[in-house]
């Protein structure tokens, strides 16, 4: 039987076509709102899978407008109730329900406090949109598994879309157009030797570096969460200042390697783990002593790991059923965690 994760992975193409179609106008609105703010400073609200969505905003916006990005901690106005000065920067939220009471008093907060608010939610009446300036609708659509997939992915597509036409970026707003053909593309991605690796693994390592990194942590949740396999990521850097001490031999690591400037430094790391003995796996590059897995080439390298997100999606959720897990119900979560 299809689970609802399968089902909402292989949505993807057609959830980012209609947000990019559908939201055009709330984008540039945004946008317009955020040249005329000219932030100094974006603050991002958000918490699990949105989380990792606003560190991929992050590098994507220091790497194209070169502003500094922050995550601020929600509980700063939940639990501690200190005001922020926020002043010519922007706050942007990202929450697929928008309704976590956190998560909404921080975009209060920050609006209190002088920040252009924009959210970036599923859901457009939800309390987070409501408490925000401006609203970006994923348009997803009902996301049943408990594992977020397509809203994920298209919290990203919507802050690449949105940096695009604030910059005013012309290739990047082609690339991020052209990504309902690239999410196609990477549902057929055949990662079968990983899977054959990870089947009966405890543990493993996500490695990435920029964007990658955020969809390292992303996936690393997603093996928590959907397959009982305890994960983590790291930057390919920082996993050489003191984690990689328990890499030895069979030790699985997966390293997401995409065509820009810090892949040299991903392909190194990856080989220095294999000569630790580790089985390593990278994607769409060659590393010494490591298996290569495919990757959708000639990509944006802004928009490549988001592909590499959707292609992993489809993997993991298989995994799952491989290991003997239901993807759509891990144990002891729900679809929507309201925390204060």
């Not at 939940?78 to 706050?91: D, I, K, N």
């Not at 987070?128 to 997803?140: F, G, I, K, Q, W």
């Not at 810090?262 to 220095?272: D, L, S, Y």
């Amino acid at each position: 039987m299809t689970s609802h994760m399968a089902r909402e992975v292989a949505e993807i193409p057609e959830a980012a076509a209609r947000f990019l179609s559908q939201s055009r106008p709330a984008l540039q609105s945004a946008a317009a709102a955020m040249r005329a703010t000219d932030p100094r400073l974006i603050v991002t609200v958000a918490r699990g899978s949105s989380d990792h969505a606003a560190t991929y905003l992050k590098y994507a916006a220091e790497l194209v407008a070169g502003i500094p990005v922050a995550s601020v901690g929600p509980s700063v106005a939940s639990v501690y109730r200190r005001p922020l000065r926020l002043a010519q920067s922007a706050c942007i939220g990202i929450s697929q329900s928008g309704r976590s009471p956190d998560i909404v008093e921080m975009m209060h907060a920050a609006g209190a406090g002088g920040a252009l608010s924009v959210a970036i939610t599923n859901f457009a009446d939800s309390p987070m949109a409501t408490a925000s300036a401006h609203r970006l609708p994923l348009l997803a659509g009902v996301e049943q598994s408990v594992a977020a997939t397509k809203t994920f992915v298209t919290s990203v597509v919507a802050a690449l879309a949105l940096i695009a036409e604030w910059q005013d970026d012309a290739p990047l707003r082609a690339a991020v157009d052209a990504l309902p053909q690239a999410f196609a593309q990477a549902l057929s991605l055949d990662w079968s030797p990983l899977a054959a690796r990870l089947t009966r693994a405890q543990s493993a390592y996500i490695l990435g570096r920029g964007p990658a990194f955020a969809i390292a942590s992303e996936a690393a949740l997603k093996l928590k969460e959907t397959c009982g396999l305890h994960a983590e990521a790291y930057s390919a850097a920082e996993v050489l200042h003191g984690p990689s001490a328990i890499v030895q031999a069979g030790f699985p690591v997966l390293a997401l390697a995409v065509d820009d400037a810090a892949q040299a430094g991903v392909i190194e790391t990856a080989e220095r783990l294999a000569a630790q003995g580790a089985d390593v796996f990278i994607t769409g590059a060659t590393a010494k002593g490591a298996t290569t897995l495919p990757a959708v080439a000639g990509l944006h390298p802004l928009t490549a790991p988001i592909v590499l997100a959707t292609g992993f999606y489809a993997f993991v959720e298989s995994l799952a059923r491989r290991r003997g897990f239901d993807p759509d119900t891990p144990p002891h979560l729900r679809k929507v965690t309201e925390t204060i």
